[in-house]
Protein backbone atom coordinates (compact mmCIF):
# COMPACT_ATOMS: atom_id res chain seq x y z
CA UNK A 1 0.00 0.00 0.00
CA UNK A 2 1.35 3.33 -0.97
CA UNK A 3 0.91 6.28 1.53
CA UNK A 4 -1.88 8.85 1.26
CA UNK A 5 -1.06 11.33 -1.02
CA UNK A 6 -4.12 14.32 -0.88
CA UNK A 7 -2.28 15.60 2.43
CA UNK A 8 -2.31 19.39 3.32
CA UNK A 9 0.96 21.13 2.75
CA UNK A 10 3.12 22.57 4.98
CA UNK A 11 1.82 25.82 4.20
CA UNK A 12 -1.93 25.40 4.50
CA UNK A 13 -0.79 23.31 7.63
CA UNK A 14 0.18 26.54 9.40
CA UNK A 15 -1.92 28.98 8.08
CA UNK A 16 -4.55 26.37 9.34
CA UNK A 17 -3.34 26.55 12.74
CA UNK A 18 -3.13 30.45 12.44
CA UNK A 19 -6.86 30.92 11.55
CA UNK A 20 -7.61 28.46 14.22
CA UNK A 21 -6.02 30.76 16.79
CA UNK A 22 -7.96 33.50 15.30
CA UNK A 23 -10.94 32.02 16.70
CA UNK A 24 -10.27 32.50 19.98
CA UNK A 25 -10.26 36.58 19.41
CA UNK A 26 -12.73 38.75 21.19
CA UNK A 27 -12.49 41.40 18.68
CA UNK A 28 -15.96 41.76 16.91
CA UNK A 29 -14.45 42.99 13.70
CA UNK A 30 -11.17 41.58 13.07
CA UNK A 31 -10.04 38.49 14.07
CA UNK A 32 -6.53 37.63 13.37
CA UNK A 33 -3.99 34.51 14.17
CA UNK A 34 -0.55 34.06 13.77
CA UNK A 35 1.65 30.86 13.76
CA UNK A 36 5.68 31.32 14.13
CA UNK A 37 7.48 28.40 12.48
CA UNK A 38 11.21 27.50 12.37
CA UNK A 39 13.34 26.60 9.63
CA UNK A 40 12.47 22.44 10.34
CA UNK A 41 8.86 23.33 10.41
CA UNK A 42 8.22 22.93 14.08
CA UNK A 43 5.42 25.42 15.57
CA UNK A 44 7.49 27.87 17.90
CA UNK A 45 4.65 30.00 19.08
CA UNK A 46 1.18 30.96 18.16
CA UNK A 47 -1.08 33.85 19.00
CA UNK A 48 -4.16 36.32 17.96
CA UNK A 49 -5.48 40.08 19.04
CA UNK A 50 -6.68 40.48 22.30
CA UNK A 51 -6.47 42.29 25.31
CA UNK A 52 -3.37 42.70 27.08
CA UNK A 53 -3.29 39.88 30.05
CA UNK A 54 -5.21 40.82 33.12
CA UNK A 55 -6.88 43.77 31.19
CA UNK A 56 -10.50 42.34 31.51
CA UNK A 57 -11.71 42.17 27.84
CA UNK A 58 -15.64 42.40 29.26
CA UNK A 59 -14.45 45.78 30.66
CA UNK A 60 -12.21 47.14 27.91
CA UNK A 61 -13.68 48.73 24.97
CA UNK A 62 -13.75 46.60 21.65
CA UNK A 63 -15.66 49.69 19.67
CA UNK A 64 -13.45 51.71 16.38
CA UNK A 65 -15.07 55.07 16.29
CA UNK A 66 -15.26 57.59 19.20
CA UNK A 67 -12.66 59.03 21.32
CA UNK A 68 -9.35 57.24 21.13
CA UNK A 69 -9.65 55.78 24.71
CA UNK A 70 -12.86 54.77 24.36
CA UNK A 71 -11.95 52.15 21.38
CA UNK A 72 -10.03 49.15 21.36
CA UNK A 73 -7.03 50.38 19.43
CA UNK A 74 -4.96 52.14 21.96
CA UNK A 75 -5.62 48.36 24.05
CA UNK A 76 -5.68 45.33 21.85
CA UNK A 77 -2.08 43.38 21.09
CA UNK A 78 -2.07 42.22 17.51
CA UNK A 79 -1.67 38.86 16.74
CA UNK A 80 1.89 38.65 15.55
CA UNK A 81 2.97 40.66 18.91
CA UNK A 82 1.52 38.18 20.98
CA UNK A 83 2.92 35.48 19.36
CA UNK A 84 6.54 36.44 19.21
CA UNK A 85 5.95 37.42 22.98
CA UNK A 86 4.77 34.08 23.84
CA UNK A 87 7.69 32.20 22.76
CA UNK A 88 10.40 30.56 24.13
CA UNK A 89 12.75 30.39 21.13
CA UNK A 90 14.93 31.66 19.27
CA UNK A 91 12.94 33.24 16.54
CA UNK A 92 15.88 34.04 14.22
CA UNK A 93 15.38 32.63 10.55
CA UNK A 94 12.11 31.87 11.22
CA UNK A 95 8.58 32.61 9.53
CA UNK A 96 5.41 33.65 10.24
CA UNK A 97 2.48 32.22 9.03
CA UNK A 98 -0.56 35.11 9.88
CA UNK A 99 -4.12 36.07 8.62
CA UNK A 100 -3.84 39.76 8.03
CA UNK A 101 -0.77 41.48 6.61
CA UNK A 102 1.16 43.18 9.78
CA UNK A 103 0.93 46.64 10.76
CA UNK A 104 3.84 48.66 11.11
CA UNK A 105 4.34 48.25 14.71
CA UNK A 106 4.45 44.69 14.54
CA UNK A 107 6.97 44.67 11.45
CA UNK A 108 9.47 46.14 13.71
CA UNK A 109 8.87 44.10 16.19
CA UNK A 110 9.26 41.11 13.35
CA UNK A 111 12.01 42.38 11.99
CA UNK A 112 13.69 42.74 14.94
CA UNK A 113 13.21 39.78 16.19
CA UNK A 114 14.87 37.70 13.55
CA UNK A 115 11.59 36.49 11.26
CA UNK A 116 12.54 36.17 7.56
CA UNK A 117 9.37 35.42 6.17
CA UNK A 118 5.53 36.56 6.16
CA UNK A 119 3.31 34.68 4.38
CA UNK A 120 -0.54 36.08 4.76
CA UNK A 121 -3.73 35.38 3.17
CA UNK A 122 -5.58 38.58 3.58
CA UNK A 123 -4.34 42.37 3.16
CA UNK A 124 -7.51 44.32 3.28
CA UNK A 125 -5.62 47.28 4.52
CA UNK A 126 -3.31 47.63 2.08
CA UNK A 127 -3.99 51.12 1.19
CA UNK A 128 -3.19 52.75 4.71
CA UNK A 129 -0.15 54.02 5.46
CA UNK A 130 0.74 51.44 8.41
CA UNK A 131 0.79 48.65 5.43
CA UNK A 132 2.70 50.75 3.08
CA UNK A 133 5.42 51.76 5.97
CA UNK A 134 5.37 47.88 6.80
CA UNK A 135 6.32 47.09 2.87
CA UNK A 136 9.09 49.34 2.66
CA UNK A 137 10.42 48.22 6.31
CA UNK A 138 10.05 44.55 5.15
CA UNK A 139 11.85 45.23 1.99
CA UNK A 140 14.63 47.37 3.27
CA UNK A 141 15.78 44.55 6.05
CA UNK A 142 15.32 42.30 3.59
CA UNK A 143 12.31 40.13 4.95
CA UNK A 144 10.40 38.54 2.74
CA UNK A 145 6.78 38.70 2.04
CA UNK A 146 4.52 35.98 0.13
CA UNK A 147 0.55 36.21 0.01
CA UNK A 148 -1.14 32.26 -0.38
CA UNK A 149 -4.66 31.35 -0.64
CA UNK A 150 -6.14 28.85 2.24
CA UNK A 151 -7.02 25.78 -0.23
CA UNK A 152 -7.48 23.21 2.26
CA UNK A 153 -8.87 24.55 5.26
CA UNK A 154 -12.70 25.39 6.16
CA UNK A 155 -13.09 29.07 7.65
CA UNK A 156 -14.49 28.79 11.15
CA UNK A 157 -14.82 32.42 11.37
CA UNK A 158 -17.48 34.57 9.62
CA UNK A 159 -14.60 37.33 8.40
N1 LIG B 1 -2.02 42.60 11.23
C1 LIG B 1 -2.93 42.83 12.18
N2 LIG B 1 -2.96 42.02 13.28
C2 LIG B 1 -3.89 42.21 14.25
O1 LIG B 1 -3.92 41.47 15.23
N3 LIG B 1 -4.79 43.26 14.13
C3 LIG B 1 -5.86 43.41 15.11
C4 LIG B 1 -6.01 44.69 15.83
C5 LIG B 1 -7.52 44.76 16.05
O2 LIG B 1 -7.90 43.93 17.14
C6 LIG B 1 -8.05 44.17 14.78
C7 LIG B 1 -8.28 45.17 13.67
O3 LIG B 1 -9.50 45.78 13.90
P1 LIG B 1 -10.34 46.57 12.78
O4 LIG B 1 -9.70 47.94 12.64
O5 LIG B 1 -10.24 45.77 11.51
O6 LIG B 1 -11.71 46.64 13.35
O7 LIG B 1 -7.07 43.23 14.37
C8 LIG B 1 -4.78 44.09 13.06
C9 LIG B 1 -3.87 43.90 12.07
C10 LIG B 1 -3.87 44.81 10.87
O8 LIG B 1 -2.66 45.39 10.64
ZN1 LIG C 1 0.23 44.87 14.40
Redesign the pocket.
Known amino acids: MKKRMNYISWDDYFLGIAELSAAR ?1 K ?6 G ?1 CIVSEENKILSVG ?3 MPAGCNDDEMPWG ?1 EGDFLDT ?2 PF ?7 AILNSNHDLKGSRIY ?6 NE ?1 AKAIIQSGIKEVI ?1 TCD ?2 AD ?1 D ?2 KA ?1 KMMFKMAGVKTRQIKQEHFVKILPM
Do not use: I
Open positions: SDPNTQVAYNGRKYVCHAELNVSLFPCCYKYTGTS
